[in-house]
């Protein structure tokens, strides 16, 4: 459906729009064809990926395929000069311990996602062929005219068309914990916040007080829960500015300590030092140049951060993106 501020709109002209009656509601034989049009009222999800490559997906950091190279490259010099490869291990537990915690993180994100799913699996009192049934909120359609009691679960965006005492508890969608009184009067403005559109109920909020009627306007992935949902599954291409910091910090460390190794090499040829020689020296060069602390300091710093957002209620897929 296009995008519509229905809150603009009297209830006469939503009935006229989604074609539907106030008083019948929709028949069978039109809600078919609204399923047919406008699929299942739920948030859906896309195919989950494995565990494997979720853990894959954290290595394609240029800062982290350096800190790679920078590892097998220590190895192999600790091993030819009888060093051991300690630092080796050391930087490969870094690169682990950061890929384990942005999986971890981005798990967390989607049972919040199935937790928002549930919230919309409730039955709803409608009414169909002019009579009021109980259906799965998930066979709801746009132009269905939802019941509602106290305690009922809103299962999609919904004009009001009548509201008597009625109040809704809108807190997982606009943070407010005192439910909000509804009524079904259109509003003005044409730019408002969520928590401001009285004559409108959203799915997965509570009726907490009063009983009402609403015609519904919006399904699926496209109510406001649904666009959150969206959020959260969308998926991870965009970079943060943090992750483009660190890729352009890893590429210009990567390219200068490859320079100076390659000079520090040309030289040492100059001098006549042996070429195995000043290999190993350019490359143990290169291999300290390298912050490997880099990554393991901001991944707890952003970790910590995901923390404070949690206990703020806020769901964070990305750690990257607690920068923001």
């Known amino acids: 459906m296009e995008k519509n501020n229905w809150f603009n709109k009297k209830k006469e002209e939503v009935e006229k729009e989604l074609s539907t009656d106030l008083e019948k509601g929709l028949t069978t034989e039109e809600v078919q064809k609204r399923q047919e049009k406008y699929g299942l009222n739920e948030l859906k999800a896309k195919k989950k990926k ?6 894959l997906e954290q290595f394609k950091d240029f800062s982290i395929i350096i800190l790679i190279i920078a590892a097998i490259v220590s190895g192999a010099v600790g091993i030819a000069e009888g060093e051991g490869i300690t630092d080796t291990i050391i930087i490969l537990i870094v690169v682990i311990v950061n890929a384990i915690i942005g999986v971890t993180q981005e798990a967390k994100a989607e049972k919040s996602l199935e937790a928002l799913q549930k ?4 039955a709803s009192k409608v009414i169909r ?3 009021i ?5 998930k066979e709801l359609v746009p132009g269905d005219i939802v019941v509602l009691d106290t305690g009922d679960y809103i299962p999609a965006d919904l004009r009001i068309i009548e509201a008597i005492n009625l109040k809704s508890q ?3 969608l606009t943070g407010e914990s005192v439910p909000v009184e509804k ?7 044409t730019e408002i916040g969520i928590g401001d559109r009285l004559n409108m109920l959203f799915s997965s909020s509570l009726v907490t007080y009063g009983r009402g009627k609403g015609i519904v306007v919006e399904t699926g992935m ?3 829960v649904g666009k959150i949902a969206g959020m959260l599954d969308a998926t991870g291409e965009q970079t943060t500015p943090l992750q483009d910091k660190l890729n352009r910090l890893g590429k210009t460390l990567g390219i200068v300590a490859l320079t100076i190794c390659v000079i520090i090499f040309i030289i040492g040829l100059i001098q006549g030092k042996e070429p195995i020689h000043m290999f190993m020296t350019a490359v143990s060069l290169a291999v300290a140049a390298i912050p490997e602390g880099l990554v393991a300091v901001s991944t707890i710093v952003l970790a910590i951060g995901v923390q404070k957002m949690v206990k703020k209620n806020a769901i964070v897929k990305r750690l990257p993106a607690v920068e923001t």
Do not use: C, M, R, Y
């Open 50 to 55: 494995t565990l494997f490559q979720k853990f």
């Open 170 to 172: 809108e807190a997982s």
């Open 129 to 131: 062929n002019g009579e």
């Open 183 to 189: 009524n079904a009067e259109v509003i003005e403005e």
């Open 119 to 122: 919230l919309t699996d409730h």
């Open 222 to 224: 496209t109510t406001e």
């Open 133 to 137: 049934t109980v259906v799965p909120a």
